[in-house]
């Protein structure tokens, strides 16, 4: 059994930049393939980025590719994910989630999950 807990999310202008740390505990955590996605206001699930054990290999989805940065500290057993030029449209609940093989874009592949942080990109 794996535990993660998100945190770093809040209110920021347009422009600005939050980091998300996604903490694990239990099981063997830094063997896994780490997966942040967000959920906006009546929209689906959707896949931002993923990173993989070793954070030799990472994927981005289209829109975030060059403004946002996934990377992971296995001795703390911590996945960031670096957020720069926020953008109204990237307002979501950001999840971090597990899964031991690398690669999957889909939530429902994804082990276990955090409980969510929120965040907020003003115009």
């Known amino acids: 059994q794996v535990q993660l807990v998100e945190s770093g999310g809040g209110l920021v202008q347009a422009g600005g930049s939050l980091r998300l740390s996604c903490a694990a505990s239990?099981?063997?955590?830094?063997?896994?393939?780490v997966g942040w996605f967000r959920q906006a206001p009546g929209k689906e699930r959707e896949f931002v980025a993923v990173i993989n054990w070793s954070g030799g290999r990472t994927e981005y989805e289209d829109s975030v590719k060059g403004r946002f940065t996934i990377s992971r500290d296995n001795a703390k057993n911590t996945v960031y994910l670096q957020m720069n030029s926020l953008k109204p449209e990237d307002t979501a609940v950001y999840y971090c989630?597990?899964?031991?093989?690398?690669?999957?874009?889909?939530?429902?592949?994804?082990?276990?999950w955090g409980q969510g942080t929120q965040v907020t990109v003003s115009s």
């Open positions: 989630a597990v899964r031991l093989v690398y690669g999957s874009r889909k939530p429902y592949e994804y082990d276990y």
């Open positions: 239990g099981g063997t955590s830094s063997t896994y393939a």
